[in-house]
C-alpha cells in the first residue's frame, strides 16, 4: 500500500522509538524510507547583533546544530540499513518543522507521513499545540502517529 515513507525525527527518545517502529513497518509493507531532520535557523537575537557578537558566530551555530543533526540522521539510516531497509535523509533549516515536513513529503515524493506523538499536555498543548498535530491539520499525505 505505501511505498515511500517520510519519517521525521529530533532524536527523542519518542522519536528513535518511532523510527524503529517505522523501519519495522517500512519492511513489512516493502517501502523505502526518508528521514527527516528540521533544525532551526540562526535565533534572530544572535544575527541581528551584528558588530557585538562574533563574525563566525552563524558558522559556529550551524556547524553545532548540523553535527547534532547529522548524528541524528546517522543513527536512525543505521537502523534501517540493518534491517536491510532502502533508505535516504533529508535536512532542512527552517523556523516551522511542521511546514518543512510536510515539503521534504511531497519533495520526496513519500505517500506516508510516520511520526512520533510527542506528549505536550494540558496549557502547553493548548498554548503551543504539537509539530505532529500541525503536520496532521495541514498535510494533504497520509499521517500514521506512533505513540
Same mark, same amino acid.
Given at each position: 500500500m505505501f511505498k515511500h515513507i517520510l519519517v521525521p525525527t529530533d532524536g527523542s527518545?519518542? /522519536? +528513535? #522509538?518511532?523510527?524503529?517502529?517505522?523501519? /519495522? =513497518?517500512?519492511?513489512?509493507?516493502?517501502?523505502?524510507? $526518508? =528521514?527527516? *531532520?528540521?533544525?532551526?535557523? &540562526?535565533? $534572530?537575537?544572535?544575527?541581528? &547583533?551584528? !558588530?557585538? @557578537? /562574533?563574525? $563566525?558566530?552563524? +558558522?559556529? =551555530? *550551524? @556547524?553545532?546544530?548540523? !553535527?547534532?543533526? +547529522? #548524528?541524528i540522521l546517522q543513527a536512525a539510516e543505521r537502523i534501517a540499513t540493518e534491517a536491510g531497509v532502502p533508505c535516504a535523509r533529508v535536512l532542512l533549516v527552517r523556523s516551522k518543522p511542521h511546514e518543512a515536513i510536510i515539503e521534504a513529503a511531497t519533495a520526496q515524493g513519500c505517500d506516508l507521513i510516520f511520526m512520533a506523538s510527542h506528549g505536550r499536555r494540558g496549557v502547553t498543548a493548548l498554548l503551543l499545540g504539537s509539530e505532529t498535530q500541525k503536520v496532521l491539520t495541514h498535510s494533504k499525505i497520509p499521517v500514521l502517529v506512533y505513540r
Open positions: 527518545p519518542l /522519536s +528513535q #522509538d518511532s523510527v524503529a517502529r517505522a523501519v /519495522s =513497518f517500512a519492511k513489512e509493507a516493502g517501502a523505502s524510507l $526518508t =528521514f527527516c *531532520h528540521v533544525e532551526p535557523p &540562526l535565533p $534572530t537575537a544572535f544575527g541581528s &547583533l551584528g !558588530g557585538i @557578537a /562574533s563574525a $563566525t558566530i552563524e +558558522q559556529e =551555530f *550551524h @556547524a553545532k546544530v548540523d !553535527g547534532r543533526a +547529522q #548524528d
